[in-house]
């Protein structure tokens, strides 16, 4: 499986921005899928994650109501709607994807096995 992340940008705070990811391969569908970030300096954090079905949905505390993660299985390709985007938001984001669903696990990198390259989201004051 392969991950193309897409639609990073600058933006001013309180602004919005859509971020995609689209998955090759025909297991899209049953991958659970997350975003995470990086800051200069900082270690990658989880953003968000979102089971196969879209049923379910688990977010980080720092972009909860703020943050949507998505996903449309016929165009293989995850979102993550960003809103009131804040300075502390400006990082590189990458999508992931893994092959199970835990609850307690879908916040840590090592359960993912594919990632993207990462897109730059820079926020501005």
């Known amino acids: 499986v392969q991950l193309q992340a897409s639609g990073g940008g600058l933006v001013q705070a309180g602004g919005s921005l859509r971020l995609s990811c689209t998955a090759s391969?025909?297991?899209?569908?049953?991958?659970?899928m997350g975003w995470f970030r990086q800051a200069p300096g900082k270690e990658r954090e989880f953003v968000a994650a979102?089971?196969?079905?879209?049923?379910?949905?688990y977010y980080a505390d720092s972009v909860k109501g703020r943050f949507t993660i998505s996903r449309d299985n016929a165009k293989n390709t995850v979102y993550l709607q960003m809103n009131s985007l804040k300075p502390e938001d400006t990082a590189v984001y990458y999508c992931?994807?893994?092959?199970?669903?835990?609850?307690?696990?879908?916040?840590?990198?090592?359960?993912?096995?594919?990632w993207g390259q990462g897109t730059q989201v820079t926020v501005s004051s």
């Open positions: 979102i089971n196969w079905s879209g049923t379910s949905t």
């Open positions: 391969g025909p297991t899209f569908s049953s991958l659970l």
């Open positions: 992931a994807g893994g092959l199970n669903w835990e609850f307690k696990r879908v916040g840590l990198p090592d359960w993912y096995e594919y």
